[in-house]
C-alpha cells in the first residue's frame, strides 16, 4: 500500500528531499529498483518514473525484496552498471559505503584490494584468505588473484556489509560481493556495442539469446573484448640519460620507450543454457572462459631512503648493517640522502631528481637483470599481468512440493597466470616473476521451505576443495632463489537458517554454521641455475626446501536478528552476527625462524538499520550504524624481531583486538520526471583495545589507526532524460565520489610523537565521472560520450612499502582524465 502525496506539498517535498539527496544518498537507478519492497505484500511496478521499482536479491538464500531483506546491501542492477559506465568491479566502491575496491600493486599480481567496513585483505598469496568473499552465480572464489573482473551481461550486484558467517560462509569475515549473470529466457533480443577512448581503447561487447526448444530449452551467449594502452610509460633509462653509465635497454628506437604499464588486453565470453523440463525444474548451466594478457600494474618509484639496499651491490659485498654503501651500478646510486635519479615525481617532498621528466606517469623500470648478483645469467621478466581462466557450473532447483524446494550449486574453476613486479628503477635491487596456478572443485545442497506463512527455513552443507601454486623467481638486495610452493585446501560446512513471523510484522531471524578448514603449505625453495653456488638452494633457505606445515581448524559461527515493518514504508532491524578469516602458515618465510603459524581472526558485529520508501515512493533512504569487535588482527609486518629480527621479513601475525564504529546512508530520489538522484554517506573509526606480544615486538601499538580504514567516504549523482520527442532522449549524468586517506602499513603512528606514518598512507581523492546519452525514440541505438576523472586528478589507489628491503616506496596511480564514445545498438 502506498499514500499520495497532496498536490500542493509536492513541490515542496521535491526541493526538501532534492536537498537531502546532494548530501547524502544513494542510487537513483537502485531507487527506481528497490523502494516498492513491502513485506508480504505483491507490489505492483512502479507506475511513472517518479516512483522506486523492486531489486530482488537473495542474500538469505530465497527472494527477497531489498527493502526486506533485515541487512545492510546495496544492490546494483545491470541497467545501473550501464548508466554509470562502470565495466569493472573496482568502479562498484564509488557509490557503495565502506567499501574499498581497488587493483593490487603490481607486486601482487592481477587482483583487487578488498575491504568492507575496514575488513579484507590485501595480500594476494594463496597462505592467505580473502576477508571478502567475492562470489559469481553463487560459486565462490578462494582467492584474490583472478578477482579484477569485468562486468559482462550482469543481472544484478549484490554487496553485503558485514560478516556474513552463516549466509555467504567461508572466509566472508567483512562482508560477500555477489555478482549475478543475465539468464537466458524465451524472450530473444540482444545487443552489440563498440567503445573508442584514450589510450586507444577499444572495447566490443555483446549478448543474445536463443530459444532451442520452445518452452523448455534457451541459451544466452555473451562476449566482450578489450585493448588499451597503459598509462605509465616506461623509458630505457641510458637512452633519456644519454652519458650515464647505467646499462642500455633495448627501446628501439621509439623515442627511448620500453613500453607502458596498466594496458588491457583480454577476451571473454559466457554461454548460460537454462532447461526447464516442468515448471518445477529448472537447471542453469554457465561456461564462461577469459583470455587474459594484461600488462603489468602501474608502478612508478616515489622514494628511496639514503640506507637503501644496504649490503648489495653490484659486486655482491656482503657487508651489512646501516653504515653498509647503499645499493650502486655502474657507478650510478639508487638513493641519496635528499631522493634518486629514477624519480620522476614523489608525492612525499622532494626526492624526485629526474632531470628527464617531473611526470607522475613515468617509470624506469626495464623488468631485467644484466648481472644478477648471484652470478648467473642475465634475465628478464614479463611485463605482464595475464590470467587465463575457465569454469562451469550447474545450479538444479527442484520444487519438491508447494512449500519446498531444493537447491544444488556444482562448480569447477581453474585458472593460470603470470605477473611481474619491479621497483620502478632500471637496476632491479628487486625483481619477482611469477607463475600462478589454482583449480578448484565445489559443492553447495541447500532445502528451502515455509511453514505456512510465519516461517522459512533452508538447511545445507557445503564442499570445498582447491589447490593452488605459486613458482617465483625472486630477486632481493640479499637473496636470489626460487620458490615453488603448493597450497592444497579443503572445507567442509553445514549451516541452518530460519525467519518466523512472530506475530504479524514482526520477525526473528537465525542462523548458523559449522565450518571445518585443513589447510597445506609445502614450501619449495631452489637455487637459480648457473649461479655462483652451482644451482644450490641459499644455504639460509635449503631447511626450507620440501617443508610441510599444515593449518587445521573449526569453527562455529552464529547470526540473530529482529525485524519489525511499521508500515507498508518503514522496516527497522537489529541483529548480531559473526564471522571468521581463516589461519595458515607464514607463505614467505626467509629463515627457517620466519616459517611460524598464524590463528584465525574473528569479528562479532551489531548493526541496526532502517530501510525506508517515502513520499509516494519517491525517496528511499535506508540507513545503518554498526559496531564490530575484532579480535586476533592479522596483519603482516616487516620488523620481525621475534625471528631475530634478520631482514627481509614479511610475516603475518594476529595483532590484538579493537572496536571498529560506523555508519553508513543510501539515498535515492526521484523528485521530476526524468530526474533521479543517487548519494551514499559513510563513516568509519578503528580503535585498537589491546596488542598482542608479536604485534608489540614488531613496532604496532595501541595508537596505530588500522588498514584500509578512510574516515569518512561519500558520493553524489544525478542525471536528467530530456525529451527530444520523435527525434528521442538526451540523458546527461554526473558521478562524484569521495574517499578519505587512509593507511596501508599495520603500524602507521609514531608512539613517541603521535606523528602519521607518510610513506604507508594513501591520500584521499574526489573524482568526478560525467556521461551523456542519446538514445533514439524506437530504443534501439545509443550513443554514449563520457568522460573519466573529469578534473585530472591525480590519485594514486596504492602504495607498496618496501622500506624493509629496499628502502623504497613504490605508487600506483590512478587513470589520469580519459574519453570514450560508444555506440550500441539493440535487437
Not at 507506475?47 to 527472494?63: G, H, K, L, P, Y
Not at 515448471?279 to 554457465?286: M, P, R
Not at 650510478?332 to 615525481?345: E, H, L, N, W
Not at 610441510?548 to 552476527?577: F, N
Request: aromatic letters at 10%.
Amino acid at each position: 500500500m502506498t499514500y499520495p502525496v497532496p498536490a500542493r506539498l509536492s513541490g515542496a517535498i521535491s526541493t526538501i528531499a532534492l536537498g537531502i539527496g546532494l548530501c547524502f544518498g544513494a542510487s537513483p537507478a537502485m531507487a527506481q529498483s528497490t523502494a516498492t519492497a513491502q513485506s508480504g505484500e505483491a507490489t505492483a511496478p512502479a507506475s511513472d518514473d517518479t516512483q522506486t521499482a523492486d531489486i530482488v536479491v537473495t542474500a538469505q538464500f530465497r527472494e527477497q525484496k531489498l527493502q526486506d531483506a533485515p541487512l545492510a546491501i546495496t544492490a546494483v542492477t545491470g541497467e545501473m552498471l550501464e548508466a554509470r559506465g562502470q565495466t569493472n568491479i573496482t568502479d562498484l566502491a564509488a557509490q557503495a559505503p565502506n567499501v574499498t575496491l581497488r587493483q593490487a600493486a603490481a607486486t601482487y599480481g592481477p587482483a583487487i584490494v578488498a575491504y568492507i567496513r575496514g575488513v579484507g585483505q590485501r595480500d594476494t598469496s594463496f597462505a592467505l584468505e580473502p576477508g571478502v568473499g567475492l562470489y559469481i552465480d553463487d560459486v565462490y572464489l578462494p582467492t584474490m588473484h583472478g578477482s579484477l573482473l569485468a562486468l559482462t551481461d550482469l543481472d544484478r550486484v549484490e554487496i553485503l556489509r558485514g560478516p556474513q558467517g552463516t549466509l555467504a560462509g567461508q572466509n566472508s569475515i567483512g562482508g560477500a560481493i555477489k555478482l549475478y549473470s543475465k539468464k537466458p529466457d524465451g524472450n530473444g533480443g540482444g545487443y552489440v556495442e563498440a567503445t573508442y577512448g584514450s589510450y586507444n581503447r577499444v572495447e566490443l561487447r555483446g549478448a543474445a539469446n536463443f530459444t532451442i526448444v520452445p518452452d523448455k530449452l534457451f541459451a544466452r551467449i555473451s562476449a566482450t573484448g578489450v585493448h588499451k594502452d597503459g598509462y605509465v610509460t616506461r623509458y630505457d633509462y641510458a637512452c633519456t640519460h644519454p652519458g650515464t653509465t647505467v646499462p642500455s635497454s633495448t627501446s628501439g628506437g621509439r623515442n627511448c620507450k620500453l613500453g607502458t604499464e596498466g594496458g588491457k588486453d583480454y577476451v571473454a565470453g559466457r554461454l548460460a543454457l537454462r532447461y526447464q523440463p516442468s515448471s518445477s525444474v529448472t537447471l542453469d548451466v554457465v561456461g564462461d572462459i577469459t583470455r587474459d594478457n594484461s600488462e603489468a600494474a602501474p608502478t612508478t618509484l616515489l622514494y628511496v631512503g639514503q640506507s637503501a639496499n644496504p649490503g648489495a651491490t653490484n659486486t655482491g659485498s656482503a657487508t651489512t648493517g646501516p653504515s653498509a654503501p647503499a645499493y650502486t651500478i655502474g657507478g650510478i646510486r639508487y638513493g641519496t640522502a635528499t631522493g634518486s635519479p629514477f624519480i620522476s615525481y614523489s608525492p612525499y617532498g622532494n626526492y624526485a631528481q629526474d632531470t628527464f621528466s617531473s611526470s607522475p606517469y613515468v617509470s624506469y623500470e626495464n623488468y631485467s637483470e644484466s648481472t644478477p648478483r648471484d652470478g648467473s645469467a642475465s634475465w628478464s621478466a614479463p611485463d605482464k599481468s595475464a590470467i587465463n581462466s575457465w569454469g562451469v557450473s550447474g545450479n538444479l532447483s527442484v520444487e519438491l512440493a508447494p512449500s519446498l524446494n531444493v537447491t544444488s550449486v556444482t562448480a569447477y574453476r581453474e585458472f593460470d597466470g603470470v605477473y611481474s613486479s619491479g621497483d620502478g628503477s632500471p637496476l632491479s635491487p628487486t625483481l619477482q616473476a611469477s607463475y600462478i596456478f589454482n583449480h578448484q572443485f565445489s559443492q553447495e545442497l541447500r532445502l528451502n521451505g515455509s511453514i505456512g506463512s510465519a516461517l522459512n527455513f533452508t538447511v545445507g552443507g557445503y564442499y570445498f576443495h582447491k589447490r593452488s601454486e605459486n613458482r617465483t623467481r625472486v630477486t632481493l638486495p640479499t637473496l636470489n632463489f626460487i620458490e615453488d610452493n603448493m597450497i592444497p585446501s579443503t572445507t567442509k560446512a553445514v549451516f541452518a537458517n530460519a525467519d518466523w513471523e512472530l506475530v504479524h510484522n514482526l520477525h526473528a531471524i537465525g542462523g548458523i554454521r559449522y565450518t571445518d578448514i585443513t589447510k597445506t603449505f609445502i614450501f619449495g625453495r631452489k637455487g637459480i641455475p648457473g649461479s655462483s653456488t652451482g644451482g644450490a638452494t641459499p644455504a639460509s633457505l635449503a631447511s626450507l626446501d620440501g617443508l610441510k606445515s599444515t593449518y587445521a581448524g573449526s569453527r562455529v559461527d552464529w547470526r540473530g536478528a529482529l525485524q519489525y515493518r511499521w508500515s507498508p514504508e518503514i522496516m527497522t532491524y537489529a541483529q548480531v552476527s559473526t564471522g571468521f578469516k581463516s589461519g595458515g602458515v607464514n607463505p614467505r618465510p626467509f629463515f627457517p625462524s620466519q616459517a611460524l603459524t598464524f590463528g584465525p581472526e574473528t569479528l562479532v558485529a551489531y548493526e541496526a538499520g532502517f530501510k525506508s520508501d517515502l513520499f509516494h515512493r519517491m525517496m528511499r533512504l535506508n540507513v545503518s550504524a554498526f559496531m564490530n569487535k575484532y579480535s586476533d588482527i592479522l596483519v603482516t609486518v616487516s620488523s620481525c624481531p621475534q625471528t631475530g629480527n634478520a631482514a627481509p621479513c614479511a610475516l603475518p601475525i594476529n595483532a590484538g583486538k579493537a572496536t571498529v564504529k560506523g555508519g553508513e546512508a543510501e539515498l535515492t530520489l526521484r523528485p521530476a520526471h526524468g530526474l533521479q538522484i543517487d548519494a551514499s554517506l559513510a563513516y568509519l573509526n578503528f580503535k585498537y583495545t589491546s596488542i598482542s606480544a608479536s604485534a608489540a615486538s614488531s613496532g604496532i601499538g595501541v595508537e596505530d589507526d588500522g588498514q584500509y580504514i578512510s574516515p569518512w567516504e561519500w558520493s553524489a549523482s544525478a542525471q536528467y532524460e530530456i525529451d527530444l520527442g520523435n527525434l528521442g532522449s538526451l540523458t546527461p549524468r554526473v558521478d562524484i565520489s569521495h574517499q578519505d586517506a587512509f593507511n596501508r602499513n599495520a603500524n602507521n603512528v609514531d608512539a613517541t610523537t603521535g606523528g602519521k606514518d607518510i610513506f604507508g598512507r594513501v591520500a584521499g581523492r574526489t573524482l568526478v565521472n560525467a556521461r551523456v546519452t542519446f538514445r533514439a525514440a524506437d530504443q534501439k541505438w545509443e550513443v554514449t560520450a563520457e568522460a573519466r576523472n573529469l578534473t585530472n586528478k591525480l590519485y594514486y589507489t596504492d602504495v607498496f612499502d618496501n622500506r624493509g628491503s629496499t628502502n623504497s616506496v613504490q605508487g600506483t596511480p590512478g587513470e589520469p582524465r580519459t574519453f570514450a564514445v560508444t555506440l550500441k545498438r539493440k535487437f
